[in-house]
């Protein structure tokens, strides 16, 4: 990538809702030119022009199922298997990489920590400006309460569409390793039913909703005796994920080898 020119950008999983927003938002981005959309070879959209299955104009840069043609990063919204295979690729080919794929067992994101050590990475799981400024509004307030002599009950909320796969999804996890780190809550209680006693104090509690199109939205609850502290953060609509990732990418490009996150492309 040369200065002053425009970030390329292959999408990883272009054929998918996310990546098709990816790719509709890339092709405005006066910095950016999505120069590969990317699928399974037995994809039915193989060979068809990306921009108009995105709904916009024409631009000439057919699905495909490999690399192509100069790639300054790579941003992947797909699968956890798709997503090592895209790792590879990219450690093979030396290009930058957005992580923004989700439900990665611990081998899998053992494998991304270990590309990190060859390419650069941005890993989160969530691309949302507002989602990465409450968890760093989580890490405050975990930070300032976890001295409240009579304890803490820290419950996170979240919804999704009935066609997420993960649950609690990747962000809600993610909330939850923060909040553990700084308020030393070592347990973690997914849902409840039953004759279940009293509330340990030594837990998070995660609840998945799964209702329509939602895009997504988390709600964290920091519950004290006489008061409780609720830190929410909604999508309206898959944009906000789109629009970090690029932000990602134009970050990401050019930069050494090792693992970032979204804090790194906020400067938070």
């Known amino acids: 990538m040369t200065t002053n020119s425009k970030v390329r950008v292959a999408i990883h999983g272009a054929a ?3 990546g098709r927003r990816l790719i509709a938002l890339g092709s405005v981005d006066k910095e950016l030119s999505i120069v590969a959309a990317l699928e399974g070879a037995d994809n039915p959209l193989i060979g068809q022009d990306a921009g108009l299955v995105a709904g916009v104009v024409e ?4 699905f495909g199922s490999h690399i192509h043609t100069a790639v300054d990063a790579v941003i992947d919204f797909s699968i956890p298997e798709a997503c090592l295979s895209i790792v590879k690729t990219c450690v093979e080919k030396r290009i930058p990489l957005v992580v923004a794929t989700t439900g990665l067992h611990e081998e899998e994101k053992h494998e ?9 990475i941005v890993w989160s799981p969530s691309m949302s400006t507002t989602v990465n400024l409450a968890m760093k509004l989580c890490a405050m307030a975990g930070t300032a309460l976890r001295s409240q002599a009579a304890g803490v009950d820290v419950e996170i ?3 999704h569409h009935r066609y997420k796969e993960d649950a609690p999804s990747g962000t809600a996890l993610k909330f939850g390793e923060i909040i553990a780190g700084v308020m030393d809550l070592p347990e973690a209680k997914h849902g409840r039913h039953g004759m279940t006693g009293k509330r340990p104090s030594t837990e998070i509690g995660y609840h998945a909703v799964r209702t329509g199109d939602n ?3 988390h709600t964290i609850v920091f519950g004290l005796l006489g008061e409780t502290l609720e830190v929410t953060v ?3 609509n898959r944009d906000c994920y789109a ?4 932000s990602a990418a134009k970050f990401i490009a050019g930069k050494p080898p090792g693992l970032y996150s979204m804090y790194d492309v906020l400067g938070l």
């Not at 991304?112 to 650069?120: D, F, K, N, S, T």
């Open 16 to 18: 998918g809702r996310m």
């Open 234 to 236: 909604k999508a309206s």
């Open 157 to 159: 909320i979240e919804r």
């Open 112 to 120: 991304i920590r270990r590309a990190a050590e060859v390419i650069p």
């Open 215 to 217: 895009p997504g939205e």
């Open 243 to 246: 629009t970090g990732a690029l």
């Open 59 to 62: 631009l000439n840069v057919p």
